[in-house]
């Protein structure tokens, strides 16, 4: 059984802090790495994807992939009120047909004040 | 309209009820999915088509059908649903069926008393 493993929180962080979110995978063919956004009662939320070991940064964000660790991580700087959410990470499976996500079950963050 | 639309986006249906969901996307896509969502659980991926053909049935039960006639929409139809059946169904399509870079709708949120 192929599984992405997210710490389900809440991550409470204060505003202007860091946030730190983990992410590990059992799929050692496992070539793309993706987090969705889902605010409560809301669809996911593409916001970043990552296909290299190392750092991706898009503004506020940045990912880490160690595909010999088997993790992928989402950084938040300067953590706002609006970035509360529940972040899911999403890894493909490789397949014969081409890659099949697997998502983790995510981890609720909240940003206080 | 722009994006994935879901309609209806809230449904209560009895067990012996027929009832279907429908997506449309906008974004000239090839790819459609249908995603279940239970509470605390992982994103479990149900089918997936390209360019009309089905080319993921995730063993989903045969209380659920898809139906694709062409390319921007995509269906579920329900029938003899179980409370366990409850969840969010989130309709996703992206340009080919291995870009993994989804988009989602907003869901249609079922319940089954």
């Not at chain 1, 969705?36 to 940045?62: H, V």
């Not at chain 1, 014969?96 to 909240?110: E, N, R």
């Not at chain 2, 390209?50 to 995730?58: H, I, L, R, Y």
Request: charged share 20%; glycine share 6%; proline share 5%.
């Amino acid at each position: 059984q192929k599984e992405v493993e997210q710490n389900s929180g809440p991550l409470s962080v204060p505003e202007g802090a860091i946030a730190s979110l983990n992410c590990t995978y059992s799929d050692r063919g496992s070539q793309s790495f993706f987090w969705y956004r889902q605010y409560s009662g809301k669809s996911p939320e593409l916001i970043m994807f990552i296909y290299s070991n190392g750092d991706k940064e898009d503004g506020r964000f940045t990912a880490q992939l160690n595909k010999a660790s088997q993790y992928v991580s989402l950084l938040i700087r300067d953590s706002q009120p609006s970035d509360s959410a529940t972040y899911l990470c999403a890894v493909t499976a490789t397949t014969d047909s081409g890659g099949k996500l697997q998502f983790g079950a995510g981890t609720q963050v909240v940003v206080t004040p | 309209e722009t994006g994935v639309t879901q309609t209806p986006r809230h449904l209560v249906m009895g067990m012996t009820n027929k009832k279907s969901l429908k997506c449309e996307q906008h974004l000239g896509h090839n790819a459609m999915y249908w995603y279940k969502q239970s509470a605390k659980k992982p994103l479990e991926l149900m089918f997936v088509y390209n360019f009309k053909e089905q080319t993921e049935n995730n063993s989903v039960p045969s209380r659920f059908s898809p139906e694709c006639p062409n390319s921007s929409h995509l269906f579920l139809h329900l029938h003899t649903l179980q409370p366990e059946d409850s969840a969010l169904y989130l309709c996703a399509s992206s340009l080919w069926d291995f870009d993994n870079e989804q988009f989602f709708g907003p869901g249609t949120r079922l319940t089954v008393l």
